[in-house]
């Protein structure tokens, strides 16, 4: 089992930047992925980017790419996503989510863990 909490959330002016975090416990040292979704009011939970044990290698989203970065640490106990020029359209709750089998991971159904979210809002 994997426990993750997410923390970093807020109000921010559109332009500005914002980090989020993700803390794991429990069994890390069998995660294979760990990634970001994010769930806007009336909208589908949506992948924004996710880094893998593969190669280390992180995807994005077109939507959020060259404008978020993912980091972990090295022990995969932290996850971070640092959020730049933001947009209102950011707006939305963000989730992280962490998974221990091996996949593509960009999808919601990959991953098996799950936080609580962390409410991201974008003023215009």
């Known amino acids: 089992q994997v426990q993750l909490v997410e923390s970093g959330g807020g109000l921010v002016q559109a332009g500005g930047s914002l980090s989020l975090s993700c803390a794991a416990s429990g069994r890390t040292f069998s995660i294979y992925a760990m990634g970001w979704f994010r769930q806007a009011p009336g909208k589908e939970r949506e992948f924004v980017g996710a880094?893998?044990?593969?190669?280390?290698?992180?995807s994005y989203a077109d939507s959020v790419k060259g404008r978020f970065t993912i980091a972990r640490d090295n022990n995969w106990n932290t996850l971070y996503l640092q959020m730049n020029s933001l947009k209102p359209e950011d707006t939305a709750v963000y989730y992280c989510?962490?998974?221990?089998?091996?996949?593509?991971?960009?999808?919601?159904?990959?991953?098996?863990?799950w936080g609580q979210g962390t409410q991201v809002t974008i003023s215009s």
């Open positions: 880094v893998s044990r593969r190669r280390s290698s992180t």
């Open positions: 989510a962490a998974t221990q089998r091996i996949v593509t991971a960009n999808r919601g159904d990959e991953f098996d863990y």
